[in-house]
């Protein structure tokens, strides 16, 4: 069984960066992507990013060019660099884990959540 650990979540002003970093923990040899959701008051959660254990990545088109997904070498931790923050970016931004994170069909653990506010 893995368990998550989500910490660096809080409040930043438009235009401003943030990391966030989820630690894994448990069985995370059978754990092949680890990835972003988040979640807005009032909307379904969605996709972010992605990171598969070979090092692919993906994101949703939202984040490009702002966002990077990136993990430690021992591939236990991962991060996610938020640059350029919007206020809609404003959300329980959630890690997650399975043998791929794209969906949340394919999604076999969780974390706890950490809130990111991006005040105008």
């Known amino acids: 069984q893995v368990q998550l650990v989500e910490s660096g979540g809080g409040l930043v002003q438009a235009g401003g960066f943030l990391r966030l970093s989820c630690a894994a923990s448990?069985?995370?040899?059978?754990?092949?992507?680890m990835g972003w959701y988040r979640q807005a008051p009032g909307k379904q959660r969605e996709f972010v990013a992605e990171i598969i254990r070979s090092g692919g990545t993906n994101y949703a088109d939202s984040v490009k060019g702002r966002f990077t997904i990136s993990r430690d070498n021992a591939k236990t931790t991962v991060y996610l660099q938020m640059n350029s923050l919007k206020p809609e970016d404003t959300a329980v931004y959630y890690c997650?884990?399975?043998?791929?994170?794209?969906?949340?069909?394919?999604?076999?653990?969780w974390g706890q959540g950490t809130q990111v506010t991006v005040s105008q």
């Open positions: 448990g069985s995370t040899f059978s754990t092949n992507a």
């Open positions: 997650a884990a399975g043998p791929r994170v794209v969906a949340t069909t394919l999604v076999r653990v």
